[in-house]
């Protein structure tokens, strides 16, 4: 507020008031509202030896006392006033928990020192942070991304075109981002990777026509569509440390060797533990972890075992029982593996490995609920093998005997549909391998159950993988050339990135999910001049507030108020 001195030139007399200065939100043209009249000059001085100086002061005390917190702000609305048409009033707020994140990473400082000298007219970090937050907040498609860009209280004086023309600068740089992060997540997080976690799962493109990139392959949603393999490396916190893109026809067993060859290669890591499942199991990935110098905690089929290996496996001598429900023993055991050689021919090796075993009763009630759907599938599909296909059949098929498909069309074949009968053997065989589990580790020196403790941390990758399906909707779908692609997982990396650290500041104790939501509902409404009014509030706020130091609670804030918390976020 300030004291406005208004001269008429007609009357030759000065007319003081108390005005507000403010920006009109619409037109962008400074304006005021006054706050006070307080007469004319001539008269006031009847009454004040000096009324400038005595309301100057007024003033100061008034804004002394808006800055202490303390004031009432009041507004008045008419009631005929219209809300001005193609206006966002609406502003998110949540963001700046990403926001302080992000900077802290110092990805703008990436981003801003690798456009300086190029060419590009476009803001890469302006459209990498609307890209990210979005990605979290509000996913969606970039074109829908870009008509919610003024939903942040940040310059997005950028076109679509600006967004695709961005892309292709993501995807040249893909690969030092990642190293970025990782060393910034050293520096500041102290991240271990004495143990690194690899899994792999797949994405699908609703497109007629495959390219270098999108292959039919075997599909982890059972679709018929063209796919992207995707490999992702994270550490003990689960924070992840980098990613890769594979062909859709490239198998999950074989992405382990490039990926682990780059990580150690650029990441530096030294000697690590990898943590896989079973479909990392083979020869190759075991010998080229081994050569590495490196260690491996592997599960292992046990149905796909030979019968010596079930036979140890059943045998209930050796076991210690750990609770009721539990119990698990181990050995010291070569193994023979085949090796491919760089001729492509194969070779046996032997491992020496420590193999260890573990029945859990809830593992066990587990399977026997998921097969319990896959056997009363089974029976229909026989009963009625015409309402089904190679495709619907999935997961019932291996307890019908005699079930044959038409290599092209996928149909169950005629002469099969007569003949099919339900396998009682297999169901048998599976029931009494139920709730039993193998691990094999290179590392025999550790417990049995540190070994366990060490795999069960692989569940965290998997619920990485959900959350980009979910959370950040990460397929795809209106993108096509590669480098396009590269740069919107590029995107999706980053933004699990910021939300698993967030996580990891809080301990745990809100998930991703829970975290989004009350991140997206931290906003706000523009109500007159530059003030907005918050209407939400909650206790996931109150503690990434504290953590953080950014204040979620306050009612009403300035612009201004709002500009300065956004400003020292960004200062990392």
């Excluded at 998921?370 to 009363?376: D, G, I, K, S, T």
Aim: charged share 30%.
């Amino acid at each position: 507020m300030n004291l406005r001195k208004a001269f008429n030139t007609k009357t030759g007399r000065t007319y003081l008031s108390i005005v507000h200065s403010y920006r009109d939100k619409v037109t962008k043209k400074p304006k005021a509202k006054t706050i006070e009249s307080l007469g004319y000059l001539d008269v006031l001085e009847k009454q004040y030896d000096d009324p400038i100086a005595f309301f100057e002061e007024k003033v100061r005390q008034m804004n002394q006392q808006q800055e202490s917190d303390k004031s009432a702000i009041t507004f008045r609305i008419r009631s005929d006033e219209r809300v001005p048409m193609d206006t966002t009033h609406r502003k998110n707020f949540g963001y700046a928990a990403l926001s302080k994140i992000y900077h802290e990473l110092g990805i703008h400082t990436f981003l801003i020192n690798r456009q300086r000298h190029t060419q590009h007219q476009f803001d890469a970090n302006q459209i990498m942070k609307l890209l990210v937050f979005s990605r979290l907040l509000y996913p969606a498609s970039k074109k829908k991304t870009h008509e919610n860009k003024d939903t942040y209280f940040e310059n997005t004086h950028f076109t679509l075109d600006d967004i695709y023309r961005c892309l292709s600068f993501f995807s040249k740089h893909k690969d030092a981002i990642q190293l970025w992060l990782h060393e910034r997540i050293q520096q500041q997080y102290d991240r271990n990777t004495s143990l690194v976690y690899y899994d792999v799962t797949n994405y699908y493109f609703e497109i007629d026509e495959a390219d270098a990139l999108r292959k039919k392959g075997v599909s982890k949603e059972h679709r018929p569509d063209p796919i992207v393999q995707m490999g992702l490396f994270m550490d003990t916190d689960g924070i992840p440390i980098t990613y890769g893109l594979y062909p859709g026809n490239m198998l999950d067993k074989q992405t382990l060797i490039p990926m682990l060859w780059e990580i150690q290669k650029k990441f530096s890591l030294g000697r690590t533990i990898v943590v896989a499942d079973k479909g990392m199991t083979t020869g190759d990935n075991i010998w080229y972890i081994l050569s590495a110098k490196n260690g491996y905690v592997l599960s292992y089929s046990i149905r796909g075992a030979d019968q010596k290996f079930k036979d140890y496996v059943l045998d209930p001598s050796g076991y210690s029982a750990i609770g009721e429900d539990f119990r698990i023993k181990s050995r010291l055991c070569p193994r023979v593996i085949q090796v491919t050689t760089t001729t492509g021919k194969k070779m046996k090796k032997s491992v020496d490995e420590k193999q260890v075993i573990f029945f859990s009763e809830k593992y066990a009630a587990k399977a026997r609920e998921e097969r319990a759907q896959a056997v009363e599938k089974a029976r229909s599909l026989i009963r009625h093998p015409a309402a089904y296909n190679k495709a619907t059949s999935y997961g019932a098929a291996k307890y019908v005997k005699n079930l044959t498909f038409d290599a092209k069309t996928g149909e169950i074949l005629e002469d099969a549909k007569l003949s099919l009968q339900f396998d009682e053997e297999k169901l048998r065989q599976e029931e009494a391998l139920d709730g039993y589990y193998a691990i094999i580790t290179s590392e025999y020196k550790e417990s049995d159950m540190r070994i366990v403790e060490i795999y069960r941390g692989l569940w965290k990758i998997e619920e990485s993988f959900k959350v980009t399906k979910s959370d950040l909707e990460s397929r795809p779908v209106y993108l096509s050339t590669q480098e396009h692609i590269e740069a919107h997982f590029l995107t999706c990396f980053v933004t699990l990135v910021l939300a698993r650290l967030l996580e990891r500041r809080l301990n745990g104790k809100y998930s991703i999910t829970t975290l989004a939501e009350s991140l997206r509902k931290a906003s706000c409404s523009h109500i007159q001049e530059n003030y907005y009014l918050f209407d939400y509030y909650d206790e996931v706020l109150a503690d990434v507030g504290r953590e953080l130091g950014i204040d979620f609670g306050k009612k009403c804030m300035s612009l201004g108020e709002i500009k300065k918390i956004l400003g020292a976020v960004k200062k990392g």
